[in-house]
């Protein structure tokens, strides 16, 4: 099969996809370092909520060295074709995982552990299905990039819900708000949001690479949740000087 760019269609717009994937490499490098760091630091009731957000960040800088490489490519091989959407799905997946866990840390400090588990269990298991929706793109697991869009298509909406669900809980309380973990949700939900965005349209466009429309808008939310991406490494960077 004879692939069109995935992005690109409009003029000018291969240029904003290829600064947003490494603006969101760089951005998302940094902060799991910056995370890792902090996590060292931290005690033992706030660890588990940085190590997701280390993985976050490790998450998002394979996914834009992945997909500024593929944006680069003016005719990239079939192997690759699905590979984009799948990590974009991957990273939303994790973002909504850190919802959770900021929730969960704020409500219980980790006291959630006898209510699901061993904590390395639970985190071993979420990390095996984020490496699983990884691997729906990868060759030679599906061939096709239909499937890869499907895929997006219909777990999209579903990892949005989730995490806009614990972004919920968040602000029903009261003793979070304004806080390091409070600012920190809010941009990690528009990122989760924008990135949604951002592989739904480029789950489109691997079936029809000529969206104009869809090829635009993907760019614009890409580079709205790298400027997300932005004001979380900042945060991050002011609370790893003071720990």
């Not at 394979?62 to 944006?71: D, I, L, Q, S």
């Not at 390091?180 to 528009?190: G, K, P």
Request: hydrophobic share 55%; charged share 10%.
């Amino acid at each position: 099969m004879t692939l069109a760019p995935l992005v690109g269609a409009a003029p000018g717009t291969r240029l904003i996809w290829f600064v947003g994937f490494v603006l969101m490499a760089a951005l998302s490098l940094w902060m799991a370092i910056v995370a890792r760091r902090i996590a060292t630091a931290s005690p033992d009731s706030q660890r588990s909520l940085w190590g997701y957000y280390t993985l976050v960040g490790a998450v998002g800088a394979v996914v834009g060295g992945v997909g500024a490489g593929r944006t680069a490519l003016a005719e990239p091989p079939t192997a690759v074709a699905a590979l984009v959407p799948t990590l974009l799905l991957g990273y939303t997946f994790v973002c909504a995982l850190s919802l959770r866990e900021a929730q969960y840390n704020a409500v219980f400090s980790n006291t959630e552990l006898e209510r699901f588990g061993d904590y390395p269990t639970r985190r071993g298991a979420e990390v095996g299905i984020v490496v699983g929706i990884l691997g729906v793109g990868l060759p030679p697991l599906f061939v096709t990039p239909l499937v890869s869009a499907a895929v997006a298509v219909l777990l999209v909406p579903a990892i949005v819900v989730y995490g806009g669900y614990f972004f919920r809980e968040h602000l029903r309380g009261t003793a979070t708000q304004g806080t390091l973990v409070d600012t920190l949700v809010r941009h990690v939900l528009l990122t989760l949001v924008f990135l949604s965005g951002t592989t739904l349209a480029t789950a489109v466009l691997l079936v029809a690479p000529d969206a104009v429309i869809v090829d635009s808008l993907g760019a614009t939310m890409l580079l709205l949740g790298t400027a997300s991406l932005v004001a979380v490494v900042v945060k991050f960077r002011q609370h790893a000087v003071s720990v």
